[in-house]
């Protein structure tokens, strides 16, 4: 039997998660789950993959609060893209940082970018940059939100994951022992 669950966090309109958790009986739970940015599908809710395998890159995001500043020498969004992606992905070594990039980078991982998607948030003193390219189309997204609504959609889009799945040893599966 097939268990779905679906939900949106945020605006579509300004900033978004849209995710569905499904099950087919006793399977492993999997997530499909894309950002919006304004009215931008970044990723594809259409791919799916393992929960526990998306579950680091997730919380990853809300765990690294405060970690995310830069200098960006008032660079455009297109540049400053192209000039984290070199680095960040070792193409070149030109571009100095205060921060570790992985910190900057979110939602990638092992080395492999969102779903086609190269994705970056930076914070600043009053607002959050979100910076994306995509890695087919050669399309750009950015956002400057202010600060506390990337983190709180993701915050809530993390605990309705805890809230709608659990880890549990199936005890008709397994040998129960005393002590």
């Known amino acids: 039997m097939m268990k779905e669950q679906k939900n949106i966090f945020g605006n579509k309109s300004k900033f978004a998660i849209e ?4 099950q087919i009986d006793e399977e492993p739970i999997f ?11 970044v990723g594809d809710i259409g791919q799916c993959a393992l929960l526990s ?36 992905w070792g193409y070149a070594s030109d571009y100095s940082h205060n921060v570790p990039l992985s910190n900057i980078d979110i939602l990638s991982y092992h080395g492999e970018c969102f779903q086609g998607y190269y994705v970056f948030l930076i914070e600043q003193q009053g607002y959050e940059w979100l910076l994306t390219k995509d890695n087919v189309d ?9 600060s506390g609504i990337i983190y709180s959609t993701f915050k809530k889009f ?17 040998s129960i022992t005393n002590g």
Do not use: H
């Open 19 to 22: 995710a569905i958790l499904s």
């Open 53 to 88: 395998a998306e579950m680091e890159p997730i919380l990853k995001v809300v765990q690294l609060k405060g970690q995310r500043q830069m200098p960006f020498e008032n660079l455009t969004a297109p540049v400053l893209t192209d000039k984290l992606i070199e680095n960040t």
């Open 138 to 146: 050669n399309k750009y997204y950015d956002m400057k939100i202010p």
């Open 31 to 41: 997530i499909n789950y894309c950002l919006w940015i304004r009215n931008n599908m």
């Open 158 to 174: 993390s605990k309705w994951i805890e809230d709608s799945t659990m880890l549990v040893l199936r005890t008709n599966k397994a």
